[in-house]
């Protein structure tokens, strides 16, 4: 398996690196006259797939956030009903004990 692992890790390696030498050319980035940044194409596309995963990783943490409280929330409630139910049940019945059970040293 880690060999699997390690052969993939090198084919995407390799088409990152064959990506970024075909898509060398430079682009020019301006915003009104706060910037004007000359960045070639491959650290514009990995720039905005770095931001994808970052926005989709805070995404997913405040996403496990909500459900944890969700579930809590939910266990809460379970908890509350089990009590209503053992409150509303009838005591255990307690045996009187026979006479052949009081004759026993």
Same mark, same amino acid.
């Given at each position: 398996m880690r060999i699997i692992y390690l052969i993939l890790l090198i084919i995407f390696a390799f088409i990152v690196v064959t990506f970024s030498q075909f898509n060398s050319d430079p682009v020019n980035l301006k915003y009104y006259n706060l910037f004007d940044v000359v960045v070639p194409t491959? +650290? !514009? +596309?990995?720039?905005?797939l770095l931001a994808g995963v970052i926005f989709t990783g805070f995404y997913g943490v405040v996403e496990r956030f909500r459900l944890n409280r969700t579930i809590s929330k939910l266990n809460r409630t379970i908890r509350? &009903?089990?009590?209503? +139910?053992?409150?509303? =049940?009838?005591?255990? &019945?307690? =045996?009187?004990?026979?006479?052949?059970?009081?004759? !026993?040293?």
């Open positions: 491959y +650290i !514009l +596309i990995f720039a905005a509350e &009903l089990r009590k209503e +139910i053992r409150a509303h =049940e009838p005591p255990p &019945l307690v =045996e009187e004990p026979t006479t052949q059970q009081q004759d !026993l040293p």
